[in-house]
């Protein structure tokens, strides 16, 4: 069973930065993709990143392209969402999600496992 623990968020001002944590357990992740998600209040869950494990290829939102950069530890089985310049849209409930395959990988319904969340709040 795999099993993902979010670590790093806060409250921060608008221009500041912040590192979110991904811990994963559980079995092996050469075959698997690690994404983060974010959910604000009212608002549909959106994809924000996604690295390959094997490879380390990565992909972005436009929404946070040049300010995220998602990058992994295999040492350490974690991957880190480095966020810089934040907003006050960037506020939302931050999850890492995990799965096999490489199609769709923005899609949240074709990840099987999921952490708890960290919540982000950017105050302006």
């Known amino acids: 069973q795999v099993q993902l623990v979010e670590s790093g968020g806060g409250l921060v001002q608008a221009g500041g930065s912040l590192r979110l944590s991904c811990a994963a357990s559980g079995r092996t992740f050469s075959s698997y993709g690690i994404a983060w998600f974010r959910q604000a209040p009212g608002k549909e869950r959106e994809f924000v990143a996604r690295i390959r494990w094997s490879g380390g290829s990565t992909e972005y939102a436009d929404s946070v392209k040049g300010r995220f950069t998602i990058s992994r530890d295999n040492a350490k089985s974690t991957v880190y969402l480095q966020m810089n310049s934040l907003k006050p849209e960037d506020t939302a409930v931050y999850s890492c999600?995990?799965?096999?395959?490489?199609?769709?990988?923005?899609?949240?319904?074709?990840?099987?496992?999921w952490g708890p969340g960290t919540q982000v709040t950017v105050s302006s």
């Open positions: 999600a995990a799965r096999q395959g490489a199609t769709d990988f923005y899609d949240s319904y074709t990840y099987n496992y």
